[in-house]
């Protein structure tokens, strides 16, 4: 049997299709899925060994066969596949179907007269394919035109709004839930011991227990185990603090364009922890004091009842 793409290709292909697709319908994040996820990388290694052991299969059932034809079946079989793809019978008939082409020796049947310098001029049909995507063009047209002239259907105006308005829906479901679009309004604390132990790594880590140390007591930086703050304490003060900068000119850089909103919100969500730890040496208080204007003042105490003034009766 004669095979137009030879086993060293069309296994690798499909395989290739088939690990691809996967990659495409399975949501793996960042990772590729075979590695998040193990199940697929050992499904994808017994599909490469049913591949192979198919092609052995073929290939043996093939010599078996060959050897089991007449020398007058061998000849013709090596005839056969001595024959190109581009000279198959199965090619020029397609060809032929398509183009509906005269053979040279059928060509003085449409042959026309005119004679330009000994050149003749033929008279081929079009192409079928051609004839087809016509006949198909004029269908659309009339469609379109009935649904959208003679029914007033939506205009490409409409359209155009349409689609925006559910792009701009699709962002802000996307953003609700994506936590590298973090901001300041949406940004919350964080509590939980994963978060703030991931937090400290990436304070430590980064260069902010350089100028904070490692305690948060100060140095370069301000102290962050205080209850004083430069630009705002908070989740959202500390966040916005981290993510655009500190003062200009003498305050911290802007960590948005290195550092993850997500991450930055554990760094933020680690300092506010810090605060009360007092460490040893600490740097004197710098700002003001910050109290959340959101947190309810606590409740007056209510003044006691006087004691009611005896009524002495004579």
Same mark, same amino acid.
């Given at each position: 049997?004669k095979?137009?793409?030879?086993?060293?290709?069309r296994?690798?292909?499909?395989f290739?299709?088939?690990?691809?697709?996967?990659?495409?319908?399975?949501d793996?994040?960042?990772?590729?899925a075979?590695?998040?996820?193990?199940?697929v990388?050992?499904?994808?290694l017994?599909f490469?060994?049913?591949?192979?052991?198919?092609e052995?299969?073929?290939?043996?059932v093939?010599?078996?066969?060959?050897?089991?034809l007449?020398?007058?079946?061998k000849?013709?079989?090596?005839?056969?596949q001595?024959?190109?793809?581009?000279?198959?019978?199965?090619?020029k008939?397609?060809?032929?179907k398509?183009?509906?082409t005269?053979?040279m020796?059928?060509?003085?049947?449409?042959?026309?007269?005119?004679?330009y310098? *000994? @050149? %003749?001029?033929l008279? =081929?049909v079009l192409?079928p394919?051609?004839?087809?995507?016509?006949? $198909?063009?004029?269908?659309? &047209?009339?469609?379109?035109?009935?649904?959208?002239?003679v029914?007033?259907d939506?205009?490409?105006q409409?359209?155009?709004?349409?689609?925006?308005?559910n792009?701009?829906i699709?962002?802000?479901?996307?953003?609700?839930?994506?936590?590298?679009?973090?901001d300041?309004?949406?940004?919350?604390?964080?509590?939980?011991?994963?978060?703030?132990?991931?937090g400290?790594?990436?304070?430590?880590?980064?260069?902010c227990?350089?100028?904070?140390?490692?305690?948060?007591?100060?140095?370069?930086?301000?102290?962050?185990?205080?209850?004083?703050?430069?630009?705002?304490? *908070? @989740? %959202?003060?500390?966040? =916005?603090?981290?993510?655009?900068?500190?003062?200009?000119?003498?305050? $911290?850089?802007?960590?948005? &364009?290195?550092?993850?909103?997500a991450?930055?919100?554990?760094?933020a969500?680690?300092?506010?922890s810090?605060?009360?730890?007092?460490p040893?040496?600490?740097?004197?208080?710098?700002?003001d004091?910050?109290?959340d204007?959101?947190?309810p003042?606590p409740?007056?105490?209510?003044?006691?009842?006087?004691?009611a003034?005896?009524?002495?009766?004579?």
């Open positions: 049997m095979k137009i793409v030879p086993s060293y290709v296994v690798p292909l499909i290739a299709i088939v690990m691809g697709a996967m990659e495409y319908f399975i793996s994040g960042s990772q590729p075979f590695i998040k996820f193990p199940m990388g050992l499904f994808l017994v490469l060994f049913l591949l192979v052991a198919i052995i299969v073929i290939s043996a093939d010599n078996v066969t060959y050897h089991m007449t020398d007058e079946r000849k013709q079989l090596e005839v056969a001595s024959v190109s793809f581009t000279e198959s019978k199965f090619l008939n397609l060809s032929q398509l183009t509906r005269k053979e020796e059928e060509e003085y049947d449409i042959m026309l007269e005119h004679d310098d *000994g @050149i %003749k001029e008279d =081929n192409p394919w051609w004839v087809y995507m016509f006949y $198909m063009s004029i269908i659309f &047209a009339f469609v379109y035109i009935i649904r959208f002239h029914l007033n939506y205009t490409q409409e359209e155009f709004e349409t689609e925006m308005e792009a701009r699709e962002i802000e479901k996307y953003k609700l839930t994506a936590p590298d679009l973090l300041k309004e949406k940004v919350t604390l964080l509590t939980d011991a994963a978060s703030l132990a991931e400290k790594k990436l304070y430590e880590t980064s260069t227990a350089a100028c904070h140390k490692p305690d948060g007591g100060g140095s370069i930086g301000p102290n962050l185990t205080d209850d004083h703050w430069i630009l705002g304490g *908070g @989740i %959202k003060n500390v966040f =916005n603090t981290l993510m655009e900068g500190g003062r200009e000119g003498k305050g $911290m850089v802007a960590w948005k &364009a290195t550092i993850k909103p991450d930055l919100q554990k760094i969500s680690y300092v506010i810090l605060q009360g730890s007092n040893p040496d600490a740097k004197p208080a710098e700002g004091v910050w109290v204007e959101n947190t003042a409740a007056a105490p209510a003044e006691a009842e006087k004691p003034e005896e009524v002495v009766v004579q």
